[in-house]
C-alpha cells in the first residue's frame, strides 16, 4: 500500500541532544512538507521541499534543519537550538500539480519529548 | 502574510444536533480551501475541498463546507451530528508562493459530541 512512514511513532531525547526524525513515503509525490501540531495551535509549517536537492523554510524553521536527497525522504532534525522541541510532529506530501485537486497525504506522526 | 483563522476552539454538542464550525483566511489571491480532520489517535484525512465551481462542497460523512469569497469564509457544517464525529478540525489553505505551494491551517477545533 502507498503511503507515508514516519518513524518513530514516540522518541523521547535529553535537553540539548539534536534528533532526527524520519519520514518516507512512496507515494511518487514530489513534494514533502514537515508541520509541527501543538495544542490550540494548529499545525504550523516547518520547511517544505518541492523537488529533489531543493527545500524552503516555513512559518517556524529556527532550530530545525532538513536535507532532500532523495524523492522518497525527508528527514527533519530537532536541534539543541530549538527553543521548544515538544510536540507532535506531522510530515506530509503531495504530487505537485494534483495538490489543488486532492491536498496532502499525512504521516501518522511523531510525538517527540524532550526531557 | 496569509492566515486561517477558526473562531471555535472547543465545541460541545449532543448527538443529532446540527454543527457549524468557522473559518475565515486572509489571502488575496485565488484560493483553495481544505478542511481536514483528526480523529482520536489517527492521521489527519481529508474531509472535503473546494478550488472551483459550486461554493457549496460535499465532503464525506455528511459534511458540507460552503465558500462565501465575499467573507472570505468557508465555514463547515453537518445537519446531525453523531458520537463518532468526536474529533479535531481544522480548515486551511492553499497558497502558492514564488511558484512553490504550501498548506497553511487554522488553529483547529475540538469538536466533542456526547451521546
Known amino acids: 500500500d502507498g503511503g507515508i512512514t514516519q518513524s518513530p511513532k514516540y522518541l523521547f531525547r535529553k535537553e540539548g541532544q539534536n534528533v532526527t526524525l524520519s519520514c518516507e513515503q512512496n507515494l511518487n509525490h514530489d513534494a514533502m512538507y514537515w508541520y509541527r501540531q501543538d495544542p490550540g495551535q494548529g499545525l504550523r509549517l516547518i520547511y517544505y521541499?518541492?523537488?529533489?536537492?531543493?527545500?524552503q523554510k516555513g512559518d517556524i524553521a529556527e532550530g530545525y534543519s532538513v536535507s532532500r536527497e532523495k524523492k522518497e525522504s525527508f528527514p527533519l532534525t530537532v536541534t539543541s537550538a530549538q527553543k521548544n522541541p515538544t510536540a507532535f510532529y506531522l510530515c506530509?506530501?503531495?504530487?505537485?500539480?494534483?495538490?489543488?485537486?486532492?491536498?496532502?497525504?499525512f504521516g501518522s506522526g511523531t510525538r517527540l519529548t524532550v526531557v | 502574510a496569509q492566515s486561517v483563522s477558526q473562531h471555535n476552539h472547543h465545541v460541545i454538542l449532543s448527538e443529532a444536533a446540527s454543527l457549524e464550525l468557522g473559518c475565515n483566511y486572509s489571502y488575496g489571491g485565488t484560493v483553495n480551501l481544505f478542511w481536514y480532520v483528526q480523529y482520536p489517535g489517527q492521521h489527519l484525512q481529508l474531509l472535503l475541498k473546494y478550488f472551483s465551481g459550486d461554493p457549496l462542497v460535499k465532503g464525506i460523512k455528511g459534511f458540507e463546507a460552503e465558500f462565501i469569497k465575499s467573507k472570505f469564509s468557508f465555514n463547515l457544517r453537518k445537519p446531525s451530528v453523531q458520537w463518532s464525529d468526536t474529533a479535531e478540525y481544522f480548515c486551511a489553505v492553499n497558497v502558492e508562493n514564488q511558484g512553490a505551494q504550501k498548506l497553511v491551517f487554522g488553529q483547529g477545533t475540538r469538536l466533542t459530541i456526547n451521546p
Open positions: 521541499s518541492q523537488i529533489v536537492n531543493d527545500f
Open positions: 506530509a506530501s503531495s504530487k505537485t500539480e494534483y495538490a489543488l485537486r486532492y491536498g496532502y497525504t
